[in-house]
């Protein structure tokens, strides 16, 4: 039994035509000998005016009824869709998260997948050609409902993909693959053909919203060929995949950019056992992710502390680390919003030297000022006034040639 | 543990208003130191709204999936409603029908229920205050989601009830309570204290749209008090019970009607064996209420089949009656929609005769032609001619004393 799994984002189930238009997809799947997993998320706008509902109810609505309420969305989508299947004579059924069940830890809102029963969903598949699965959503251990946050439907996918050991796991979106860069910026963007796991997780945290982060995990974990592509076109998109030779031969395979980003600073704080933990516990308590982490050497027992934040928790930041300043006695507290975070990312770069300073020097030919640094196996990331983006990427895509990949990569 | 089972219909839940109007309720049930299930129907006007949308999608919708789609509404009503619990430090939880779980056949559209796990219910009501439980809802034995029929959350609240053996039953609604005939009818209509359920199920299958049918039938089953009263007031409704001295001493207690109904006659039918199974199988395929059959004594071999059944169903059954008339060899086929069903109800009058007798001369004396008579144990219905309805019902009403209940019955 070939299964392949498709999944389709909030714009490709907006209404009865562009179902339709899934249909088609899936009915040519079926063509070609596979059974279907259809992993639909809510019509576009459902889950926002479920939001929005809620929050006309309350504040701070309970975590575990929000899922309840928002999990509804997924569920029309997959009544609907698998009506539409039926009335073409496609034997076919809709499966809710807690029908599959996808099992999941109780972190109402932000839960992960624990288990998936691949036995049930096998023996579905072979009473059914196609199964209508709700994305986003599973049941914790007390068979309550959980969503999985914001994009959960590519997570679901890419798991049920691994769960069923399906041939690819499709992810159908309003672009057609992923790109060297951010191609409104960047007129000579070329879109990949491959990316590996780790390159797609690197760029998905600089903000490509391409995937949700924890899906490429799962894809990495499991070793699930996950393909991005396009609703509204037959070309192929990119594959996301393990690394093979061809791609270590690239140094650099893209160019990837954060504008959600502010600085802060802590000025003179005493250089002390445990000084990090005073500030950085607090923070993490409050659900602030902090990025970039600097600290300069101390200079007579006195150090300066920098990380970058996202901008819209920019006033939570501010309290927290005004209570800070007093603890710690620090003597200033400074934060910048104008700023940007630029990445060039390659798995090639595990075994090529010297691209750090090719950066570094692209950029200081083009007087991009560097704020910060940081680097990890297969990323170096640099902070520049935001004025500097557009120029920056550009001048990093040149400098590294992306507009001629070798292999497409 | 004392449990009450409060249920509320579309309208007591219609905004966030209504919904605060329902939790006062459910804070006084507390306060009096009960537990309380909360069983609540859709917003009013959402499930129109899903069923609309499904038509869009399909002439005709696969049932399965069409309980998918609506079940959705009732999922939204207790999840807002128990957000407001929690806001106002109720200690409460939401409770799907396949959470319950509430196990019905897989009749999708119209199951009937099976079992409920009452211990599962119990133990949360052990660790709750409050349990917010969709009605209408319940899950087949394959975990697929199932719907009641409209009107299925009464039945789902009653079931419960009986399942937790719980203290009452409240079934908030628009109207205050049973009144002895239509109000709007006759002024001198009179709240009633009690019905019982055999009065109750009379009533109800004459058309009274107080509680769906199946939830009597259930609370009778297992002598559940169902208190039926408004959730725009205070005062007490009418409690629908087993029967007791004081009701067997009332002969009438209540003057139904109903005037959706159209009478059929097929003429000259040869009277043979079989012959009334010709008629009515088809009828029954098709899903064709038939109701008062009166067959007249043969005159000559040849006899006359009359019946009544819904106006609504007036087009499918003339279809069926032309096909019939063929096979049967019948002469003619008439058909009459001025009709009007009026009934005189009360479990007294098992113990009473001459009732029958009362009403035929009040209805002589008003010159209102009956058409068609049938009689049960404790109700007699007359068929009358539509415009006589208003008349009939106050006469009927007076000459019983109705406005005058010795016990408030």
Redesign the interface.
Known sequence: MSVLVQKFGGTSVAD?EC?ERVLVRVQRALEQGHKVVVVLSAMAGETNR?LT??K???????P???D??V??GE??S???F???C??SGVKA??L?G??APITTDCAFGKARILTIDHERINTLLEHNDVLVVAGFQGADCN???TTLGRGGSDTTAVAIAAAVKAKECEIYTDVDGVYTTDPNICSKARKRNFITYDEMLETASMGAKVLQIRSVEFAKKYNVPVHVRSTFSDSPGTLVTKEDKRMEAVMVSGIALDKDQARFTLQGVMDRPGIAAAIYTPLAEAGVVVDMIIQNTSREGVTDMTFTAQRQDLEKTLEILEKVKQEVGATDLHYDTNVCKVSVIGVGMRHHSGVAATAFNALKDENINILLISTSEIKITCLIEEKYTELAVRTLHDTFELDKGPYGG
């Open positions: 009865k179902m479920l509902m809620a006309e109810w309350s504040d701070r609505p309970d575990a009824e929000m309840v309420l999990s509804t569920q029309t997959i009544a609907l698998t009506m539409l039926k009335d059924r809709s809710l807690h029908q068979d309550r409902i």
